[in-house]
């Protein structure tokens, strides 16, 4: 198709400075006023008509080939003139001719680079939501295994809060148990020493009753001690004072009696030891009397009828009741 130059933008990257300056705008210009060309070619030259160079940078021309399809046709159009300025305008535009085709294939290039680029970017991006996507669904898994371990967990502290709360009953029930065990067994100890403390308080009382016994008793044997002694000191003065007495002359016959006496001192004070010695044994006046007469008749002395030794009070006390009857029986005797 026919080829609109007015369509085609300029590109500001084949305005290139020449070493004097000018531009290539003004090159072209400059060549189309000195010297006669063909036709075409002066009316692709006329003013505002002479832009023909394409912007790389625009996509939409390089996809439609529009500046491909150009520079080829420029190409052929300017083999026909064969002057020196045609030629040099040849050469000027096959040059630029020359770079556009390198600017278009620089331009496919970047095209493609880029395609392969939005291809990687959209892979990329296609990972990416892939992975967000699998994120995602681990984070929602997560989060139901953290609301099933929590409803675990909830489960295993309302177990466990049940099990401790059944514990705390077992112990309250064993405490209350033993406290009753314990109850019981303190009143039975406390029964137990309460009727101890009985038994012993009526010991206490029996023993205080019989010790109660024991001093009358010692205070009745004190004072039977008492009297036995004071009898013992009477009979020892009555002893010294019959010792003491001298014989009185005595009538023809008299020897009888003397001996007789004697025989019955004798026999009291023998009654006395025996007394003394034996206490349970009842020790007969008349038979004593007969057993030393016989004694008398074979003419050997049966005891000393020396008066005895003053008598221990505790040997007057362990014999006061014995003593006490001998007496009488001593006092029945001598009268």
């Given at each position: 198709?026919?080829?609109?130059?007015?369509?085609v933008?300029?590109?500001?990257?084949?305005?290139?400075?020449?070493?004097?300056?000018?531009?290539t705008?003004?090159?072209?210009?400059?060549?189309?006023?000195?010297?006669?060309?063909?036709?075409?070619?002066?009316?692709?030259?006329?003013?505002?008509?002479?832009?023909?160079?394409?912007?790389?940078?625009?996509?939409?021309?390089?996809?439609?080939?529009?500046?491909?399809?150009?520079?080829?046709?420029?190409?052929?159009?300017?083999?026909?003139?064969?002057?020196?300025?045609?030629?040099?305008?040849?050469?000027?535009?096959?040059?630029?001719?020359?770079?556009?085709?390198?600017?278009?294939?620089?331009?496919?290039?970047?095209?493609?680079?880029?395609?392969?680029?939005?291809?990687?970017?959209?892979?990329?991006?296609?990972?990416?939501?892939?992975?967000?996507?699998?994120?995602?669904?681990?984070?929602?898994?997560?989060a139901?295994?953290?609301?099933?371990?929590?409803?675990?967990?909830?489960?295993?502290?309302?177990?466990?809060?049940?099990?401790?709360d059944?514990?705390?009953?077992?112990?309250?029930?064993?405490?209350?148990?033993?406290?009753?065990?314990?109850?019981?067994?303190?009143?039975?100890?406390?029964?137990?020493?309460v009727?101890?403390?009985?038994?012993?308080?009526?010991?206490?009382?029996?023993?205080?009753?019989?010790?109660?016994?024991?001093?009358?008793?010692?205070?009745?044997?004190?004072?039977?001690?008492?009297?036995?002694?004071?009898?013992?000191?009477?009979?020892?003065?009555?002893?010294?004072?019959?010792?003491s007495?001298?014989?009185?002359?005595?009538?023809?016959?008299?020897?009888?009696?003397?001996?007789?006496?004697?025989?019955?001192?004798?026999?009291l004070?023998?009654?006395?030891?025996?007394e003394?010695?034996?206490?349970?044994?009842?020790w007969?006046?008349?038979?004593?009397?007969?057993?030393?007469?016989?004694?008398?008749?074979?003419?050997?002395?049966?005891?000393?009828?020396?008066?005895?030794?003053?008598?221990?009070?505790?040997?007057?006390?362990?014999?006061?009741?014995?003593?006490?009857?001998?007496?009488?029986?001593?006092?029945?005797?001598?009268?």
């Amino acid at each position: 198709p026919e080829l609109d130059i007015d369509e085609v933008p300029l590109s500001s990257k084949l305005k290139r400075k020449s070493e004097g300056g000018a531009s290539t705008h003004v090159k072209k210009q400059r060549i189309a006023e000195e010297a006669p060309v063909h036709p075409f070619v002066q009316k692709w030259l006329q003013p505002p008509k002479h832009r023909v160079v394409v912007e790389c940078s625009d996509r939409s021309a390089l996809e439609r080939g529009s500046a491909l399809g150009f520079a080829f046709r420029a190409s052929e159009v300017l083999r026909a003139p064969s002057s020196v300025e045609g030629k040099n305008l040849w050469g000027e535009v096959a040059r630029i001719a020359a770079e556009m085709l390198h600017l278009a294939k620089n331009g496919a290039m970047a095209q493609e680079a880029l395609r392969l680029g939005e291809v990687e970017a959209n892979n990329a991006l296609s990972v990416a939501q892939d992975d967000l996507e699998t994120a995602r669904r681990r984070q929602a898994e997560l989060a139901k295994e953290c609301e099933d371990a929590n409803l675990e967990a909830a489960k295993a502290a309302s177990l466990l809060q049940t099990r401790v709360d059944e514990e705390k009953e077992k112990l309250k029930v064993a405490h209350e148990a033993q406290l009753e065990i314990l109850k019981r067994a303190h009143h039975e100890e406390v029964a137990r020493l309460v009727n101890e403390k009985a038994d012993l308080d009526k010991e206490n009382g029996d023993q205080r009753s019989e010790i109660d016994l024991l001093l009358d008793e010692k205070k009745a044997l004190q004072k039977e001690n008492k009297q036995l002694i004071r009898e013992g000191k009477r009979r020892q003065e009555e002893i010294e004072a019959l010792k003491s007495e001298k014989p009185a002359p005595q009538a023809p016959g008299s020897d009888l009696a003397v001996k007789a006496q004697a025989s019955l001192n004798s026999i009291l004070i023998l009654k006395r030891k025996l007394e003394a010695d034996h206490p349970n044994i009842k020790w007969d006046v008349k038979e004593m009397a007969n057993f030393v007469i016989d004694f008398m008749a074979s003419g050997r002395p049966i005891v000393d009828a020396t008066p005895a030794p003053p008598v221990d009070q505790e040997d007057e006390a362990a014999s006061g009741s014995s003593s006490e009857s001998s007496d009488d029986e001593d006092g029945d005797e001598e009268n």
